[in-house]
């Protein structure tokens, strides 16, 4: 490589870049707009701010789910106790609903498990496709053949007709 260098061609920079200088005494505008926004705006809605976390703070709740307290069934309801019998359907409806999300949620254990699995699926999953025939078995004994539009009566119904079955049957044998 030869050593001499063409410095009009390739310009080396400044050592050292000299910090630029103001050209005038007259100051700034801008400074004195941010300063007045940060009083007059900033600084009050930071401290009222602060000032309800820190309140917030005090009284920390943690809200997970909601806790409904459990109310009596509709079999412990009086006749004529209108309000005991909304109570217990809107207990039957929440009940309803759980146990819909517990089968789905073995129902997704179950095909996360046949896809990790793969064609070993009959047999490391087998637990888990036992569990789901058993939690499915309960759905259905409980809410089967009720239909969309069935209620905590209906189905208090269907299990005593159940039970009386079970015990007709066992009388029998």
């Not at 400044?14 to 007059?40: C, H, I, K, L, M």
């Not at 900033?42 to 401290?47: G, S």
């Amino acid at each position: 490589m030869p050593e001499d260098h063409d410095w009009e061609a390739y310009k080396v920079p400044p050592t050292r870049t000299p910090v630029s200088e103001r050209t005038t005494s007259v100051p700034n505008p801008v400074d004195y707009f941010q300063t007045a926004f940060s009083y007059v705006f900033d600084a009050p809605v930071t401290f009222i701010r602060d000032w309800i976390e820190r309140w917030q703070n005090k009284n920390k709740f943690y809200y997970y789910h909601q806790k409904f307290r459990r109310v009596p069934d509709l079999s412990q309801c009086l006749e004529g106790d209108y309000l005991c019998y909304y109570e217990a359907e809107a207990q039957w409806r929440r009940d309803r609903m759980v146990d819909q999300e517990i089968v789905e949620i073995v129902r997704e254990r179950v095909a996360a498990c046949k896809q990790r699995e793969g064609p070993n699926q009959f047999q490391n999953c087998a637990k888990e496709v036992a569990l789901l025939a058993q939690v499915t078995k309960a759905y259905q004994d409980r809410y089967g053949d009720l239909g969309y539009h069935g209620n905590a009566r209906t189905c208090l119904m269907k299990q005593k007709h159940r039970m009386m079955e079970e015990r007709k049957a066992a009388q029998e044998n």
